[in-house]
């Protein structure tokens, strides 16, 4: 079955770094965008940033332009988000994400990780 297993979370100081780790299977990895979603506690879960399948082309939400990035080794089907600068607003859990992944001939399902805390706070 379709498994998106995060890690990497964690507590950090402003101005600090983290790297996250999805490791997925179950699915042709390589023939899929992933994306990364984050919730803070009281809001909606909003995009962070997405790749290609082969990882050329990647879009990041404005909030997180220039101090994110997403990267992909297919040979390990896993996506990582190497976040910099981080900032008491990127506190959130954060979420891993395959869309439209084909399941049957006449079926599309999204996939979701359990999602991964982290807290940026002095």
């Known amino acids: 079955q379709v498994q998106l297993v995060e890690s990497g979370g964690g507590l950090v100081q402003p101005g600090g770094s983290l790297r996250l780790t999805c490791a997925a299977s179950?699915?042709?990895?390589?023939?899929?965008?992933i994306d990364w979603y984050r919730q803070a506690p009281g809001k909606e879960r909003e995009f962070v940033a997405t790749?290609?399948?082969?990882?050329?082309?990647?879009n990041y939400a404005d909030s997180v332009k220039g101090r994110f990035t997403i990267s992909r080794d297919n040979d390990k089907n896993t996506v990582y988000l190497q976040m910099n600068s981080l900032k008491p607003e990127d506190t959130a859990v954060y979420y891993c994400?395959?869309?439209?992944?084909?399941?049957?001939?006449?079926?599309?399902?999204?996939?979701w990780g359990q999602g991964t805390q982290v807290t940026v706070s002095s």
């Open positions: 994400h395959a869309p439209s992944v084909r399941v049957t001939m006449q079926r599309l399902q999204d996939f």
């Open positions: 179950g699915f042709t990895f390589i023939s899929y965008a």
């Open positions: 790749i290609n399948s082969f990882g050329e082309i990647t």
